[in-house]
């Protein structure tokens, strides 16, 4: 291909983006992807597929909570819909992390990095609860 790598770059998240929601465009994805490889190493293009599809896997779970949290009309089961579709993502997202672990020479391991932030639902209405009275801490 004869496109500079800004042009590959935006055509490949692009396509990548369509893929993501069903569009059968493995081949044109598989020649951006070899092209950036040729420009800049196959390292470097895998590095790249991943952190994209990081990035679309992290949009998509935002919009889905935040339409979560705004949208008070929702019935349960669309909200059950929402979960499992974030669920999935979710798992797109923890495996694209994983490889580009690899990559960068870290040791991979399944436990959050964030395990001791506090939890918040993604049914919590948005800015969070907010309570007259200071919130509990658990002794550790």
């Given at each position: 291909m004869?496109?500079?790598l800004?042009?590959?770059f935006d055509r490949l998240t692009i396509e990548m983006r369509k893929a993501h929601y069903g569009k059968?465009?493995?081949?044109l994805l598989a020649e951006y992807r070899k092209a950036i490889g040729e420009k800049l190493g196959v390292q470097i293009a895998d590095f790249v597929w991943q952190t994209t599809i990081l990035a679309i896997a992290n949009t998509d779970i935002a919009n889905l909570e935040f339409a979560i949290r705004s949208n008070k009309e929702l019935s349960p089961e669309e909200i059950g819909e929402r979960a499992i579709?974030?669920?999935n993502i979710n798992n797109m997202r923890c495996i694209a992390k994983s490889i580009i672990g690899r990559y960068v020479g870290e040791k991979t391991d399944p436990e959050r990095y964030d395990s001791k932030q506090k939890f918040t639902s993604?049914?919590?209405p948005l800015g969070g609860k907010h309570r007259g009275?200071?919130?509990r801490t658990r002794k550790s």
């Open positions: 004869k496109y500079p800004s042009e590959l059968n465009n493995a081949e579709a974030i669920r993604i049914l919590q009275k200071a919130a």
